[in-house]
Each structure stands twice: as structure tokens, then as C-alpha cells.
């Protein structure tokens, strides 16, 4: 397709500050075997980076999808792979089926603060025996009066060990393995320190920020859920 003068306006601003912001730094954060997300995510958001492809009405732009393969692509720039990966998890992973189907109290909550880039957001699908094969996941959520108690493992979770959230796939019910499962989004962290209940197990040492394991048990949280 043809980029017009507005993606390729995109296009300049991301690269400028890849230029600006990250190259530069690459080779100490790689030595650091972690990156600032909070700090890099912030002035990504200032630049309205974070919500090419959001409703306007949580701070996004409102824009395409088209918008998001121009920053996708020039996400390329960046001389590493565990920063460019950890943006598009906030950007194109732990956010749009929030976008799509969480309520106006779980947008205000999570996703304008993702957008804006007050807060980082994580998946959580990856279980230690569940990879490919996303229906055999055994997290379980439990309905407790106005709360869900959530017992499970999840693995390999791009930014977990920043995250503020986590957009968690986990069972709901008993039927199918193919109908029985919910998004719920899970509140990680408060003032950078993990909640009650949530225990991060093992980083893995080789993979550096963009691999990271993560082990979240028994954590409750108000109902919330988008099948
Ligand atoms: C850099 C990185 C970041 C990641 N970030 C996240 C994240 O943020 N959130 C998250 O939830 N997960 C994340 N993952 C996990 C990722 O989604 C899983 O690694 C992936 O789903 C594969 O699972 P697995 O590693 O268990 O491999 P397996 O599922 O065990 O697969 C092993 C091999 O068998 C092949 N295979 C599997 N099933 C079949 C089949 N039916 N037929 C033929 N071949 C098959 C696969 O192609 C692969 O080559 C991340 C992984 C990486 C590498």
C-alpha cells in the first residue's frame, strides 16, 4: 500500500525518537538485563505513540490499522529486539480486546493510563504446559462474591516484571476448552510494588527483557471479564 503524508509523518516522529531515546541506550540496558519501560513508555505516550489505533475518546488517535503497520515497521529502527517487542505488547497485544470489549470502567482504568503511558501493560497467555496449544491453559478463575480468585502460572510474559497489569487469559468454566475461557484484567502492581498474592517465580537470565517468567497466584480482583 501507499503510505500517505501523514503515515509517513509518523513514521519521522517514532524514528526521531528511537534515535533519541532508545539507540542510544540499547547497549546499557541490554548490560542492565532490563529497559525503563515506565520512562520510555511516558514519552512514547506524550507523543500520542501509544494510541495510534485507539478511540479518540481514551486519548488514542483514532487512527487505522494502517497507522499501526507504519509504526510497526519503523519499530524496526531500534537495534534490539526485547524494546520494539515490549512496545508492541502494550500497543498491539495486552490492548485491543480491552479496547474492543471491556467496559467503560475497565478503559478508564486501563487503558487510558496504557495510552498515555502511565502504565505498563502485559499478556498473559503462556503457561508452563500451555504454548501453542492456548486451550490446554489451566489458570482458573473463581467467582467469589463481587470478586474473581485466580490460581495459575503464567510464562514467558513480555514485560511482566514492569507491568502494572496483565490482560490474563484464564478458565472460566467447565465446558469446552475451546468456551470456557475470559480475559481478565489483573492489576499487577501498586507504586511499582507486586500485589498481594502475585510472585514472580524466575527471570530468565539469556533472553534478557524480552523473555521473562512470571507466576501469578491467588489473586483476587473485582469482576471483570471479556470472553
Ligand atoms: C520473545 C517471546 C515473547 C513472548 N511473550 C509472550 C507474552 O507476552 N505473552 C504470552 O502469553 N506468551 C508469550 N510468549 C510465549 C509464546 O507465545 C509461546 O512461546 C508460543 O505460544 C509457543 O509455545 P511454546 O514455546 O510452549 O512451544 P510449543 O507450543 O511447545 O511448540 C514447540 C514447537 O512445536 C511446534 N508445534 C506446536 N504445536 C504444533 C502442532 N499442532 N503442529 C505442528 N507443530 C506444532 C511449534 O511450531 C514449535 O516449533 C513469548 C515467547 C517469546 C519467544
Not at 13 to 41: G, M, S, Y
Not at 64 to 76: C, F, H, I, K, V
Not at 114 to 135: F, L, M, T, Y
Request: with cysteine.
Amino acid at each position: 500500500m501507499q503510505f500517505t503524508h501523514e503515515h509517513l509523518e509518523i513514521q519521522k516522529t517514532l524514528k526521531r525518537f528511537i534515535d533519541a531515546e532508545i539507540n542510544p541506550h540499547v547497549d546499557e540496558w541490554e548490560a542492565a538485563e532490563i529497559f525503563p519501560a515506565h520512562e520510555v513508555f511516558k514519552k512514547l505516550g506524550n507523543l500520542g505513540l501509544l494510541g495510534v489505533t485507539k478511540p479518540e475518546a481514551y486519548g488514542g488517535m483514532g487512527l487505522d490499522y494502517s497507522y499501526g503497520m507504519a509504526m510497526a515497521e519503523t519499530l524496526g529502527y531500534v537495534d534490539c529486539g526485547g524494546v520494539p517487542m515490549a512496545i508492541g505488547v502494550q500497543t498491539d497485544m495486552c490492548t485491543p480486546a480491552l479496547a474492543r470489549f471491556g467496559s467503560e470502567e475497565l478503559k478508564k482504568e486501563f487503558l487510558v493510563p496504557a495510552i498515555a503511558g502511565d502504565a505498563v501493560g502485559c499478556i498473559g497467555v503462556s503457561e508452563p504446559g500451555a504454548g501453542s496449544d492456548v486451550s490446554a491453559i489451566t489458570s482458573r478463575a473463581r467467582k467469589d462474591g463481587d470478586d474473581y480468585v485466580i490460581t495459575g502460572q503464567k510464562m514467558w510474559i513480555t514485560n511482566s516484571l514492569q507491568a502494572d497489569w496483565m490482560c490474563m487469559l484464564v478458565n472460566t468454566g467447565d465446558g469446552p476448552a475451546h468456551k470456557n475461557k475470559s480475559l481478565v484484567m489483573v492489576p499487577l502492581r501498586d507504586n511499582g510494588k507486586l500485589r498481594k498474592g502475585i510472585e514472580v517465580a524466575q527471570q530468565d537470565q539469556e533472553n534478557r527483557h524480552a523473555l521473562q517468567r512470571h507466576r501469578a497466584d491467588l489473586f483476587r480482583r473485582s469482576a471483570c471479564a471479556a470472553t
